[in-house]
DNA sequence: CTGTTAGCGCGTTCAC
DNA sequence: GTGAACGCGCTAACAG
């Protein structure tokens, strides 16, 4: 009571409390297999620790094993919008239902040695946007247990990758404006060089969607967030015949918008447009923003599952189903 | 080589590499106050602990000491927008440069208890934007180490709070419509219940304001993200004669601005509109949205500071300056 | 002064 | 079921 510093609950406490040895203990609470406890003394064990209510030492348990229950995501040093937020929040729960915890690290561009960064969490396993450096990856994998799991992989072969299907969405959107009649399309390309592993795979899946429908390859212009700049883009696709444009995202999406109207052009009828993730704006926009979305829960549920399959030394599963990944249909087109 | 399993570099090993005891390597390492090494002792321990590329076990240190390295920030349940984003990052650096790490958790409600969370990370703070409970509150006490550091705490006295200064920016909002000649005043408040930690001190802001330049206070609408519902609002504040609104933020805003196009008016003529982030799609809308921007470096740079103090004990500094929140103005308004 | 010894912090796990 | 060692860094007490 008056006492500030309460001193921790430890097994120990919990072996004195049930009449039992601190190894008992811990075989009771982890169910260790390959031990036989009788049900009664397991009783005890139990109930001794709900009444001192004893909840073990991360840190000590994370000494011992060489390695924590946490997940550490690095987030990329471009600004994240609100799906990667949703798709954290998703995983998250999905990993606290797999006795993990995730945490993400706001990496402040490469200031900092990724090392350091893993090294003050012992993670089980790294969650990264892009593939690390060679360096890292075998430090990580030396300097004791952290796994490593690459989201999304440069076309590397040998590594764990984890691609959330980004090339269809592309081609969902260049099947969407083909499916209204287009033939001729446009790809607005992002202005940050930091998005392409995201732009990449997109654009091509566009590019892949047209070359099975017959159609030309779409015609990419790299659209600024910036209305006067989107209408330069926005004038070199009506040059090029192009009547609908597939955008990286949304917020890309609503630049070309801003661009039509300097143009003193309107969508859809003039150019057609549709974006990625269905953000607030897209809805409130004028014309409201036709978009594709995909669904987070399902991409962490997925993901949560690899990441297990990882830290426990085994293959990944088979990617997600193409189910994840839809269309919804405003009026820009 | 041919070994995977990599034996970690102990400070065992830096002491024989160096011909010292353990002990040594420590002070040398920690720079131990009140414990004279010679010179030469203690390069020949740097050295070695270089040779050897020696990293101590954060898990040990946390063991040892009752608290390890890393600041936990609990992320709301509701999405944060990129100014959050922005804010962490910034955080993230200041925080480094004191050998502190930010991890930031994404909680996905209340699903799970928040003493899981920190009891996994042994964090030396905890950053929350609401005030926990009391129950939670002691646990951190209680259980060790782990300081807390409320964000936003509402309207409690006794409590560590950090506030940005939500209020100014409201503020700042009234002001700005208020020098442009407007004399009634709307505020644009946000369907989400889950954001009032931050919209209530903004709309105090704005009230206040109004009230030290003898206007009257604010009509309050709210406002969901949808044209169609955000047009009874702008109907409503056409009723009551208003004239210009603050809008939560920027997304608040855009949906007034589409609240507008539905009723076939028009920003700012028929009502002027000012909201708060500036993010991307501000300046892209039609009109271009006037907004409130806050610099996300010097909260952060504030924020570190504290979280410093609080961890070693001290009494937090005084609060960021006005200097950091500024309108910027577009066509909206 | 310089540096060492010894033991703590706490859960895990091998050998008996 | 148990004793004991281990993982690793920190630091009070102490000896040269």
Redesign the interface.
Known sequence: MVDGR?R?VTSADVAREAGVSRATVSYVLNDTPHQSIPAETRRRVLEAAARLDY?P????R??RRGR???V?CLLP?W????EV??L??????QL?RRGL????????RE??PI???W????PAAVLAFEDLSEAENAAMR???VALLVALLGRSRQRRHELEVPQQRVGRLQAEHLAALGHERLGYAYPDDPRVAIFADPRREGARAACAALGLPAPVTCTVP???AAAASAVRAWRDAGVTAVCAYND?VA??V??GL?VCGLRAPGDLAVVGVDD???A????P?LSTVTTDQSAVAAHLAETIVEVIHGRTEPPGPGDEITRVVRRAST
């Open positions: 309460v921790r909840a030492s991360a840190a000590a994370t000494l924590s229950d946490v550490l040093d600004p994240v919008g609100p937020g949703a954290l929040g998703n995983l998250s729960a606290a915890t995730l945490v993400a690290h706001p990496s402040t200031d900092r090392a350091e960064i090294k003050a969490i012992t030396a300097a004791g967030l910036d209305g917020e609503l630049a918008l801003a109207r953000i607030p704006a809805g409130l926009a004028d409201a």
